[in-house]
């Protein structure tokens, strides 16, 4: 059973950077597609970005060019840079991991998920 921890949340200004963590645990997730997702208050989680075991990657249109994902398999640790933060951008972020190889920007495809970090985007 994989456990997933994120980290690196917090209140930051618009415009301004952040790194998000997730570490796992229990299991190694080299071989797992890996994935970002957010949830603003009153809205549905909602995909932001996924990569696949070898590295390739999909990010959702509102943060192409803005948000990297990168992933460490030796630390077994998923990063999620942010960057040219907007106040859309506030939202609790969860970290989740596949099963799979293949990245998937439905949440429903995802096995494990960590309990989320908050990211607040002031303007």
């Known amino acids: 059973q994989v456990q997933l921890v994120e980290s690196g949340g917090g209140l930051v200004q618009a415009g301004d950077s952040l790194r998000l963590s997730c570490a796992a645990s229990g299991g190694t997730i080299s071989g797992s597609a890996m994935g970002w997702f957010r949830q603003a208050p009153g809205k549905e989680r909602e995909f932001v970005v996924s990569i696949m075991s070898g590295g390739s990657t999909r990010y959702a249109d509102s943060v192409k060019g803005r948000f990297t994902i990168s992933r460490d398999n030796a630390k077994n640790t998923v990063y999620l840079r942010m960057s040219s933060l907007k106040p859309e951008d506030t939202a609790v972020y969860y970290c989740?991991?596949?099963?799979?190889?293949?990245?998937?920007?439905?949440?429903?495809?995802?096995?494990?998920w960590g309990q989320g970090t908050q990211v607040t985007v002031s303007s």
């Open positions: 989740a991991a596949r099963k799979g190889a293949f990245y998937s920007t439905n949440a429903a495809a995802y096995d494990y």
